[in-house]
Every structure is written in structure tokens, then in C-alpha cells.
């Protein structure tokens, strides 16, 4: 049961300008470096089909819609009826509120793809990442020792249905970090270190170019069954050759790098979210979801074992920057709603 103390209108009308103007300077920042690049390499801003915004945002307004509706139903106190669960969403989601979310939220979602695809146009360096992961390993692949210890059966297509599972969690997570939060500066310092580490992870991708283990050896794979992981590899090499032989195609996009991983990046965020809200047992959760994400990674040729590392040091970065973006000293107090 939580309690239904929030924020007044007044707090939320006072408290969020400053956070909302100093998350909007560091988005459109990275804006401008996305205008600044996409000038260099002659290729416009794309969304092609709608997927990385117009179907992202529209995803996010559900999601959000649905926790602001089961925290409703929670604050309301067991009372199920309609009208009890309207009134506690009205007393909790005013307009200045409402606002204050949608500010965030939007923020989140124009960070990050096209610098992403135009990383393409960078010479891979595969070959230097795999050589140290063999030196890491005394000569031996990370990924074939995996699968040596795990097996290539049915252990593959679970290792699989984890990996995917990834997706999910990056869609709830940032919906519910404004949800749910008590103070209208948390959900922004959350949605900060969330922006953050995209963008960080954006800067890796540039600093060491790479397409991942699936390309460079692709031989230390062939033991895998036939998986939904293949045959999206081979659609990211397929993209990213359209993308460099035909650039001024309106839907050439290229989606894959290697360096550093951000399914690690992003899910030790969502840890350090946690955290932040003194979710000891969700915490706890998700490491050991992050270790079985790490594995998955290798396992499936996706990432360099030195990505791993990589991934985890960005998420520290994001969660040191984030608060200091949105001028934030400390923790809340009490757990977040729905808990």
C-alpha cells in the first residue's frame, strides 16, 4: 500500500522549469551534433517507417498511460470503482504534471538513432576488439568457451528468449521512471541518466567502430541453431550495405554496433533507477537479470567481451551525470508509487 501523499501543483509548477530547461539543453545539444554529422556525411534525419519515433513515442504515451492507470488503482486503496480511480489519477495528474511528464518523455525519445546509423561510414575495427578478447581468454573465444559450457540445444533458444526479453524492459523502464516517481525532479533525473547513457554509448560507438563477433568470426557461431539472432544479423549487415551503397535512399539506415554495449549500458541504468529509488529487491533483480544479459551478449556473437566493461563504465558515467544534468543532490526518501 503506498501512500497518497504527492507533490502539490505548486511544487510541480515551481520545480520543474529549471529541470525541464537543463535536460532539453543537453538533448539538443546532442541534436546539434546529430545536425553537425548528418551534414558531413550528406544523409538528412530519417525515421524510417515511423519506428524510431513516431512509433517509439506512441509506444511511450501507452505505456505511460498504462502505469499512471495502476498506480491510480493502487492509490485509490482497494476501492476498484471507476470513480475512485479517476479522482486519485486527477489528484495525482494535474496539467502542470501531465506537462512535466510529457516534457521528459519527449526528451527521452528524440535522443539517439540517426548518429547511431551514420556510425557506418566509420572503418570497423573488429579485428582489434576480437584480438583482445582472445588475449583476455588465453587465446580462446569468449563466445565458443560459452557455448562449450552452456550447450548449442535448447539452452540456445532460451539464451535467446533472454536476450529479447531486453526490449520490453527498455520499453517499461522509462515510462515508469516518470510515472512513478514521487518528485517531479526524480523522474527527470532518471530520464537524464536514461539520455545519458545513449548518448555516452553513441560517443563509444564512434570512438572504436565495430559491427560485432557475428561478423568478425562468424565461424565461432556456425554451432548455433537456426535463431531469430541470425537472421536479424544478417538484416543489420543487409541495412548497412544499402546504407553505404546507395546513402540518398530514403529508408538507408544502418542499426548495428558493437562498441560498448548498451543492452548492458541501458540495463545497469535501469539498476542505478532502482537504486535511486531505494528498490533494494528490484535492484537485486535485475543484476542478475544484467549477468544473464551479459552472457546472452558474447554467447550470441553480438558483442565483444570488452564490450561488456565498456557498457557498465558508461552506466556509472550516466548515473554521475544525470543528477548533476538536473542539479539534483539526493535520493528520495520514500519508495516510488505502484510499490
Known amino acids: 500500500m503506498t501512500s497518497t501523499v504527492v507533490e502539490s501543483p505548486e511544487r510541480v509548477s515551481r520545480g520543474y522549469f529549471g529541470p525541464a530547461a537543463r535536460l532539453w539543453a543537453l538533448v539538443l545539444t546532442f541534436v546539434a551534433v546529430g545536425i553537425a554529422r548528418s551534414a558531413v556525411v550528406g544523409v538528412p534525419f530519417r525515421d524510417p517507417r515511423g519506428e524510431y519515433f513516431r512509433g517509439r513515442l506512441a509506444l511511450t504515451v501507452g505505456v505511460f498511460v498504462l502505469f499512471v492507470v495502476a498506480d491510480g488503482v493502487i492509490r485509490a486503496r482497494r476501492r476498484s470503482d471507476l470513480r475512485s480511480v ?5 489528484r495525482r495528474w494535474d496539467a502542470r504534471r501531465l506537462a512535466a511528464a510529457a516534457v521528459a518523455l519527449l526528451a527521452y525519445d528524440v535522443t539517439y538513432h ?8 566509420n572503418k570497423p575495427r573488429d579485428a582489434m576488439l576480437e584480438s583482445w578478447d582472445r588475449w583476455i581468454f588465453g587465446g580462446h573465444s569468449p563466445a565458443v568457451l560459452l557455448h562449450h559450457l552452456l550447450g548449442v540445444g535448447s539452452s540456445a533458444h532460451a539464451i535467446m528468449l533472454w536476450y529479447s526479453s531486453f526490449a520490453l524492459l527498455a520499453i517499461l523502464a522509462f515510462p515508469a ?3 512513478l516517481a514521487r ?7 532518471g530520464i537524464a541518466s536514461l539520455c545519458w547513457v545513449w548518448i555516452l554509448g553513441t560517443g563509444t560507438y564512434y570512438l572504436i567502430p565495430s559491427l560485432g563477433p557475428f561478423h ?4 565461432d557461431f556456425a554451432s548455433l541453431p537456426t535463431m531469430t539472432a541470425q537472421r536479424t544479423q544478417r538484416t543489420y549487415l543487409a541495412e548497412r550495405a544499402q546504407l553505404l551503397a ?7 539506415f544502418a542499426q548495428v554496433s558493437a562498441f560498448a554495449s548498451l543492452h548492458v549500458g541501458v540495463t545497469a541504468t535501469i539498476i542505478g ?3 535511486w529509488h531505494r ?3 528490484t535492484v537485486i533483480a535485475l543484476s542478475v537479470y544484467l549477468v544473464g544479459t551479459m552472457i546472452a551478449t558474447v554467447y550470441l556473437g553480438w558483442h565483444f567481451f570488452v564490450d561488456l566493461p565498456a557498457g557498465l563504465v558508461i552506466a556509472g558515467l550516466a548515473w554521475i551525470l544525470g543528477p548533476l544534468t538536473i542539479g539534483v543532490r539526493t535520493r528520495p526518501t520514500a519508495k516510488p508509487g505502484l510499490l
Do not use: M
Open 177 to 179: 521512471a516518470v510515472a
Open 183 to 189: 518528485r517531479t525532479r526524480d523522474a527527470y533525473v
Open 86 to 90: 479517476l479522482a486519485s489519477i486527477r
Open 273 to 275: 533507477l532502482a537504486w
Open 114 to 121: 540517426n548518429l547511431k546509423s551514420w556510425d557506418a561510414f
Open 279 to 281: 528498490l533494494r529487491r
Open 246 to 252: 546507395h546513402p540518398g535512399t530514403h529508408d538507408a
Open 216 to 219: 568478425e568470426a562468424p565461424q
